[in-house]
């Protein structure tokens, strides 16, 4: 039968006070925290640290940084919780769906009234699981395309500089450095990283990272090839390499990685995302340079071939060259029609040079007569009076024409005025300041004009013939204005026309004692004059 009925009595009915039918208990009576708090304290007694086998289900991580997970199996589900500091120090992070065994106390929560695991430590069960969790995440970064062979980088053929990611301490940077030498001695920087356990995966990652964002010219040259290398282990001791974080640095790398993690038998996520897999640290190095003394080898083998293939063509050519030139004739036989040619050419040139200057002689001696100033004088003066006639006709029509525009204006100004005078007081009010600020542009521009002007005219006046005549030179002409330039030209008496820096004098000619056919000497001045009072003019 169910517990006694509850009724009300009708005294107590207003208070709604509930009184049971049966006695009172004896029981202590607790509060809810204090309850909650007994329980607490009993299950902490009891289990303390325990380890608990079970599937990861529900995982989530808050803004906090807690992990937050659920450990089940096929009848119970338990709650657990990592703390931020103590999930960040774990090799690998739980994941759905994988089977672990957690390390840690039990409690409970008194919030939401239900008991939780504090997991201190977390590894998979066993190392099926282990590999399960490598199989899963090997096929996540496959099908991202971190494994693709179109992604691989050529490694350069001889490295300048090589930078090598693993734990200073350890015989994998000895090998490494030992076969360099033994092979190509090569620059080589080291970054140094924990290669297992707590740190190892960001440190990997960071000195990946790092060496790709060396600058080309800095203080520490950047590398042209990145060994990751690492000696043999379990698998959990290679977890590191199987990490995201490392995987995503190797692909996304812009510097070429050989990856050397292990022994030959170790593959790790790592090795299928580098360029270049190698079996151990020895051979990584082995696959970086070449042997040095094989390489002289054979550039001494080239350099020998070389001068072999140069010799054996250089004596091929030299002989086909004495071949081709035993067919060709002589140069001498090449240019002699050549050379006739000229010589008959020059003879010519200098005949034809000669009768073109008499030519052009003659030319000048028929057209030098109409030359004279008279009749340049006198065309000037035409031209002048034609100029002087079109103008005054010019001006008689544009009087015409303007009487008549003005007659049709008229009316239009008369109406256009009052318009017009408001516009040019506008217009007035707009230039005032603009001339104002042009009269001393365009006084300078004219003061520049003017000493132009004055530079051209003084040079004029240099190269004038009267400049000639104020050093003592004089201008001599016959009564019609042409220039005397040869005694020959001149009869004894015929009038002459001298002028000098400050005048002009009349002359008459005397007798020339100048040879026609040679040069004229520096007259001398004359110690008398003539019989007819006339000085010699020559």
Not at 60 to 75: A, I
Not at 224 to 229: E, K, P, S, T, W
Not at 332 to 354: F, I, K, N
Not at 486 to 492: G, I, N, Q
């Amino acid at each position: 039968m169910g517990p006694p009925a509850a009724s009300l009595d009708p005294a107590n009915r207003a208070g709604h006070t509930l009184v049971m039918n049966d006695a009172p208990s004896n029981a202590h009576e607790y509060t809810v925290s204090e309850l909650s708090q007994s329980v607490k304290n009993t299950i902490e007694d009891e289990f303390g640290y325990v380890r608990v086998r079970g599937e990861v289900g529900r995982v989530s991580k808050p803004g906090s940084g807690h992990l937050y997970f659920d450990l089940k199996d096929d009848r119970s589900v338990l709650a657990a919780v990592a703390w931020k500091g103590t999930s960040a120090r774990w090799r690998f992070q739980p994941e759905q769906g994988l089977e672990v065994v957690a390390t840690g106390r039990l409690t409970t929560f008194a919030g939401q009234s239900k008991y939780q695991i504090i997991v201190e430590n977390v590894e998979p069960a066993g190392l099926g699981a282990l590999m399960a969790l490598l199989e899963e995440r090997r096929k996540k970064l496959q099908a991202e395309g971190l494994f693709d062979e179109a992604r691989k980088q050529e490694l350069p053929y001889l490295p300048r500089v090589i930078g090598v990611v693993t734990s200073p301490s350890g015989a994998v940077i000895r090998d490494i450095l030992h076969r360099l030498d033994d092979r190509f001695p090569t620059h080589v920087i080291v970054w140094p990283v924990r290669v297992q356990g707590e740190g190892c995966a960001p440190e990997v990652a960071a000195a990946i990272e790092g060496f790709n964002m060396l600058p080309s010219g800095g203080p520490i040259t950047r590398p042209d090839l990145i060994i990751v290398a690492r000696g043999g282990g379990s698998v959990e001791d290679l977890w590191g390499f199987n990490e995201e974080a490392v995987v995503r640095a190797i692909a996304e790398s812009e510097l070429p990685i050989i990856s050397a993690i292990g022994h030959e038998t170790d593959f790790t996520l790592a090795d299928y995302a580098a360029d270049r897999r190698a079996p151990t640290p020895t051979g990584a190095a082995e696959m970086a340079v070449p042997v040095r003394s094989e390489l002289l080898s054979y550039v001494d083998d080239q350099s020998l071939r070389l001068k072999t293939a140069m010799r054996n063509i250089s004596s091929r050519q030299r002989d086909r060259l004495r071949a081709a030139s035993a067919a060709l004739p002589r140069p001498a036989e090449l240019v002699g029609e050549a050379r006739q040619r000229l010589d008959l050419a020059s003879t010519r040139l200098s005949a034809a040079l000669r009768h073109t200057a008499q030519s052009k002689g003659l030319m000048l001696a028929r057209v030098a007569p109409r030359l004279s100033v008279r009749t340049l004088t006198q065309r000037i003066t035409d031209a002048r009076s034609k100029l002087r006639n079109a103008n005054r006709a010019r001006a008689t029509a544009l009087s015409a024409r303007a009487r008549n525009a003005r007659t049709r204006l008229d009316p239009l100004v008369t109406r256009l005025a009052p318009a017009l005078a408001t516009r040019a007081n506008r217009a007035q009010l707009r230039f005032d300041p603009v001339v104002e600020r042009f009269q001393p542009a365009i006084a300078r521009v004219l003061r520049d004009h003017k000493r132009q002007v004055a530079d051209i005219w003084k040079l004029a006046s240099s190269l004038g013939y009267r400049n000639v005549l104020a050093r003592g030179f004089a201008l001599v002409t016959d009564r019609e204005g042409q220039v005397l330039r040869s005694p020959a030209s001149v009869a004894d008496g015929d009038p002459l026309l001298i002028e000098l820096a400050e005048g002009r004098l009349d002359a008459v000619a005397g007798k020339s004692h100048v040879a026609p056919h040679s040069p004229p000497k520096t007259p001398r001045k004359p110690r008398g004059g003539s019989d007819d009072g006339q000085e010699s003019l020559f």
